[in-house]
């Protein structure tokens, strides 16, 4: 396996956990909303509901640092844990999309016939964090859900720390009517926020604010799009990384219906785990 494309697979897996953010739900319904809210408690009445969702299926668009600009749809299930995605990045559009999916410990990256050249043929990478060592690295956190037992923290509570919340105006997303809210938050100032969760939330959300942290993000530009039903259906969010722009709009399609996701055939599969452990014993 050459270089080129260990570094797209790697590249692929990194846009997989920043990407695969945003355990939310989605549902139809009229953007009315209840006179007593304020843009503030509307949008943590929205974050609340992201507890207890077992699935999900979402589209994102947008900008990545280090990737540049990305679509992708996905699906995911968080008891068990495990996402299936095809993304295509713009720089790389025409070795056509890389599908991820990730079950149990392992994450598969699949790639078109250029990718399979470069592979005797095989279609898949497998990376296995256990025996690589990152099964830590590896959590509902860090991909944007969680156990169905805990709260999902994600990317659109985020906007629950800003205290400049606005409400902007009633917007059709998807077909769906939605209240379109507005503000910037400081990961310190989401943080602080936090101490006034219960321990499973709080540790939930740090899991997600942590890898912005990483990105050297300090600040998001959120945006926030609610239905009828007090269920997110879209977020944007707009900040500066230490290797570049992000900004990324994710919209929510279904969310409590049943997802699956099955491993690549063995035969069709680079087990990169193997190939290391081959290399150092050579």
């Not at 396996?1 to 846009?15: D, I, K, P």
């Not at 016939?113 to 690589?132: C, E, N, R, V």
């Not at 500066?240 to 279904?254: E, I, R, S």
Request: glycine share 10%; net charge positive; charged share 25%.
């Amino acid at each position: 396996m050459n270089g080129s494309v260990r570094h797209r697979a790697a590249g692929a897996a990194l846009a997989a956990l920043v990407l695969g953010g945003g355990a939310v739900g989605c549902a139809k319904g009229a953007a009315e909303e209840s006179p007593a809210l304020t843009p503030a408690a509307a949008v943590a009445k929205a974050a609340k509901k992201t507890e207890g969702i077992t699935s999900l299926r979402y589209r994102m668009t947008g900008q990545v640092p280090e990737q540049g600009k990305v679509s992708a749809e996905a699906a995911m299930s968080m008891k068990p844990l495990a996402m299936s995605m095809k993304m295509t990045v713009e720089d790389q559009a025409a070795d056509g999309p890389v599908e991820i999916r990730l079950v149990g410990k392992a994450m598969y990256i699949g790639g078109g016939a250029q990718a399979a050249k470069d592979m005797d043929g095989k279609h898949w990478i497998k990376f296995d964090m256990s025996a690589l060592g990152a099964d830590k690295e590896l959590n509902a956190g860090r991909l944007g859900g969680g156990a169905a037992d805990k709260n999902p923290a994600t990317e659109s509570t985020f906007l629950t720390g800003a205290k400049d919340v606005k409400k902007v105006g009633t917007e059709t997303v998807d077909g769906v009517r939605t209240t379109h809210y507005k503000g910037k938050v400081t990961l310190d100032e989401f943080r602080k926020s936090l101490r006034s969760e219960d321990k499973t939330t709080r540790e939930a959300r740090q899991k997600s604010l942590d890898q912005y942290t990483k990105m050297g993000v300090d600040a998001l530009t959120m945006d926030m799009w609610v239905d009828g039903t007090d269920h997110t259906k879209q977020f944007r969010m707009r900040g500066t990384a230490d290797k570049g722009p992000l900004d990324m709009t994710v919209t929510f399609l279904d969310f409590d219906k049943p997802v699956t996701v099955t491993a690549p055939p063995a035969k069709d599969t680079v087990d990169l785990a193997e190939m290391m452990k081959g290399a150092r014993q050579g």
